[in-house]
């Protein structure tokens, strides 16, 4: 397992600044460094983001190739993270509608759905690739993350950004290219409508809720939603999110507080190295030393 990851947005990397010379000079280990440092970040914004694990491997890629492609034009008046960032929001803005988003499912649609799924039992485990208590966390993942679907995708980006990775709103508001205040505006709309849908729905955050997560995991796999030999959310984790994010939920209250604990508790999830293919596209275009 690779070693936990530094937050980005927590802290700041001496060493980018030297990745950052070494790498415009051609200096491939020096970008390697660099796409390493990153990737889980950029690889769990996406994932958050298009909710297929293969979408957001395709849109991390593409998101690394513009940031290596464009490395010349990073003149350093900000952060390297923060620059990188910037490309992350505006590709993620930008790129075509994944499977998930062209559904464009509303909280009444992911409500009604819910309650269509008839509450079952997991297959026997002797039968399945992993343990039930995997499948269960699986199922939870995904429906927690099929919620945010239902945001539009700007407030969609506030909230993951600000709830879950903890940014300030100046932060957020840099890496969205707004105002604070706009950030603030839009992150405060997400968690409204989000938080609604939970204490109405989910019985993660309200225990009159009769939906629980071990019962609609059988469910799930039965609609296909769920396959237990290819699991979007509970492969090999760096960390929970909330281990290696600020600690921002003061200002929030204590009903909230539970809402966005399910999010911050998540797995950050270890996405492929992209460095290696990266490594290849970048010879090919002459970007390295002769």
Excluded at 24 to 32: E, I, P, R, T, V
Excluded at 45 to 66: C, G, H, N, P, S
Excluded at 74 to 89: C, N, P
Excluded at 240 to 249: C, F, G, I, Y
């Amino acid at each position: 397992m690779r070693p936990k990851p530094a937050s980005p947005f927590a802290s700041v990397d001496p060493d980018d600044e030297a990745r950052v010379v070494a790498a415009k000079a051609g200096d491939m280990n020096a970008l390697d460094a660099l796409v390493r440092r990153h990737q889980p970040w950029v690889f769990n914004l996406a994932l958050r983001m298009v909710w297929r694990r293969e979408a957001a491997e395709d849109a991390t890629q593409e998101i690394f190739l513009k940031a290596v492609t464009h490395l010349g034009s990073f003149e350093g008046r900000s952060q390297f993270s923060t620059w990188l960032h910037r490309i992350a929001v505006n590709h993620l803005l930008n790129v075509r509608k994944s499977e998930m988003e062209a559904q464009s499912m509303t909280f009444d649609d992911m409500g009604r759905s819910l309650d269509s799924c008839v509450d079952s039992e997991l297959p026997d485990e002797s039968v399945l690739p992993v343990d039930h208590g995997l499948l269960v966390e699986e199922a939870k993942l995904g429906c927690i993350t099929a919620m945010l679907m239902c945001l539009d995708r700007r407030q969609r980006l506030a909230f993951i950004l600000g709830e879950i990775f903890g940014v300030t709103s100046e932060q957020g508001g840099e890496a969205m290219e707004i105002l604070a205040e706009n950030f603030r505006q839009l992150l405060t709309r997400a968690r409204r409508d989000l938080y609604q849908f939970m204490q109405g729905k989910c019985g993660l955050v309200n225990a009159l809720n009769p939906c629980r997560c071990s019962k609609k995991a059988g469910a799930f796999m039965a609609n296909g939603w769920l396959d237990p030999a290819k699991r979007q959310f509970t492969r090999e984790r760096l960390a929970a999110v909330q281990d290696v994010t600020p600690h921002r939920l003061d200002e929030l209250a204590e009903m909230e507080r539970a809402h966005a604990e399910h999010y911050r508790s998540a797995p950050l999830s270890d996405g492929p190295d992209f460095s290696a293919k990266l490594r290849a596209v970048v010879a090919r275009s002459g970007f390295a030393k002769e």
